[in-house]
């Protein structure tokens, strides 16, 4: 008999007993764990207090792009109503104390409509200057002109998910404390998720437009993100949920129904987000007009500075690619628009010695998550992120650039998108040797609460993510440069990984007045503390706990496969041998 030939599966049968004995134990210990789970997940969601009764402004402001002598302010009435508004603009010298006089350099008149935001622009106006700007009665915007000798400050943050968390918003009352000259929003300003669902069976162009400019207002009018949007400078740069979660290429063509829906989220994404930085042509038109608009590609290749020793550029990962797919051909990920634009940027900064770091901002990771469990997302949430093997050339060829970037100035990259806060570096291989190392920071996350620790299949992902980075799994397949002969392998080890929001403090260095001086740039991040033992646990059971147990328990698996398959060769375990068949065979003749 077989099993008298092969006593090596005798073996595994009493182990596969053995198992089958143990298998209630192990139920009972995974519904302990999962009840524990729903225990401490619970309290992780609805623990944040809810915030006193919001007051909501009676004007939408924002304060968009400040240059030596311009500004850019964004208006909007939180009923959309058309109204004549007078506003006055008061300077002093940023040198000045608190109580000195404020001297008024200009005044106008601003009026709202019924169709869409209107922008206020500043002309005229001094460097190393403080400004305020009162619009009607009480609707006060601040902000201060650049200034070479004095220190400039910056913050990154993404994700507010104000309309999922509408109670939340300790963390954003904590932002609005910050002093700061420029604020980068990394994606995500605000969540249209549920507007998606609403208009699941299709929407018209103007509901679905109208309704995301409800959103915008709801979001940005209430009391603690009006006081940020109302000092300082905001840049922003889309994500997916400034849209709907996990758009990517064919958004346009995957579902017809939809088509207008995603048109509407388009333009309201250029007056609310991009008018901050630049006019918008064609700022009336309806649809089907506004499409030749939206298709503008240099509309996605974003704000690029340099100021003091740092240069900063933003990098768009995830509209782009969404929306001009015909563009991008052979650096299908940032299109060619972007990537000349990112090249010659990196080239001239290279070349001047004044500038000695640079800070590249992007609303998606480039390393993260490693290949195989991105692989993983894309199946499972549809959701292709760069290191997505569809983007390999792609991807390498923007690494390539960064690496090399990275020999002869400090390189950083600072993403949002991921709910948590984490430190990483990107270790860039060339030939087989150590080239350059890039450091990675996620600042990700608006609200008191962990949205990736309240969600299982999340936080075991970013926790499988955390031990892939220390694992073979965190190797990709080397690629090779444009003209054969350089062999790149680029790999992501993580410092830490925390699931606590965050958002980064960059500081920027002044220059002397000599221009002698230089200064290293500053980084903090603000992490919203959750001292709860509840929280503690349950990080400490996903990252220490279940993750290496996944893990190790994917590994046996895979070796348990590959020995089985051995063996069921060895012991010609399956069809009976053909000899035997043949002798069957011919004796039912004979008989």
Known sequence: SVTASCPQLMKQQRLARKMTKAKPKVTLV???????????????????????????????????????????????????LARTYEFTVVTKSVKDSEDSAW???????????????????????????????????????TFRTPCATMPWSSIAVSCDRHADDPDDDQFVEQLAEQTFDVMFHLGDQ?????????????????????????????CWTRSAMSKVLRKGSHIMMPDDHDV???????????????????????????????????????????????????????????????????????????????????????VSLVGRTQM??????????????QVEQIVVLSNLPLTYPVPLLSQVAAVVEGDFYPSHPNYRESTSALLRLLCNTAVSKDVAIVIGDLHMS??????????????????????????????ALDAFHLSLFFSCNFWAGRSVLNAPAPTVNAVGQDRWMFYTTFDEMTL????????????????????????????????????TLLHFAMFEVLAPIVFTSLGLLFILCVRCCCRRSCCNIGPEPIPNQLKRKHKRKIQ
């Open 30 to 80: 995974w519904l302990a764990f999962t009840i524990l789970w729903l225990l401490c997940s619970a309290h992780v969601t609805h623990g944040a207090e809810a915030n006193s009764k919001d007051t909501r402004a009676d004007l939408l402001l924002v304060v968009g792009t400040v240059t030596n002598s311009t500004a850019r302010i964004l208006v909007d009435h939180p009923q959309k």
């Open 340 to 353: 000349n634009r990112l090249q010659s940027h990196l080239e001239q900064w290279k070349q001047d010695p």
């Open 500 to 535: 606590r929001n965050n958002f980064l403090i960059m500081s920027m260095p002044s220059t002397a007045a000599d221009g002698v001086e230089r200064r290293s740039m500053q980084l903090d991040r603000i992490i919203r503390e959750d001292a709860s033992w509840k929280f």
């Open 244 to 330: 709907v979660n996990g758009i990517g290429p064919g958004i346009l063509s995957k579902d017809p129904a939809m088509t207008e829906f995603v048109r509407a989220a388009q333009h309201a994404v250029l007056l609310f987000q991009t008018q901050l930085d630049r006019d918008i042509p064609q700022l009336d038109a309806g649809y089907p007009a506004i499409v030749s608009v939206l298709d503008k590609t240099d509309l996605y290749s974003y704000h690029s500075f340099a100021g003091g020793s740092i240069g900063v550029a933003m990098l768009d990962l995830r509209h782009h690619r969404s929306f001009h797919e015909a563009e991008s051909e052979d």
């Open 103 to 141: 001297t008024q350099v200009q005044e106008g008149t601003v009026h709202t409509n019924a169709k869409h935001p209107v922008l206020v622009k500043l002309d005229g106006l001094s460097e190393c200057n403080q400004y305020k700007v009162t619009v009607g009665a009480n609707d006060v915007a």
């Open 422 to 451: 984490a430190h990483y570096n990107m270790i860039c291989q060339k030939n087989g040797k150590a080239y350059s190392s890039v450091p990675t920071y996620v600042s990700s996350g608006l609200h008191s609460r962990s949205s």
């Open 190 to 218: 605000i969540y249209g998720d549920k507007l998606g669902r609403q208009c699941a069976e299709g929407c018209d162009y103007n509901t679905a437009f109208e309704l995301y400019r409800k959103l915008y207002l709801e």
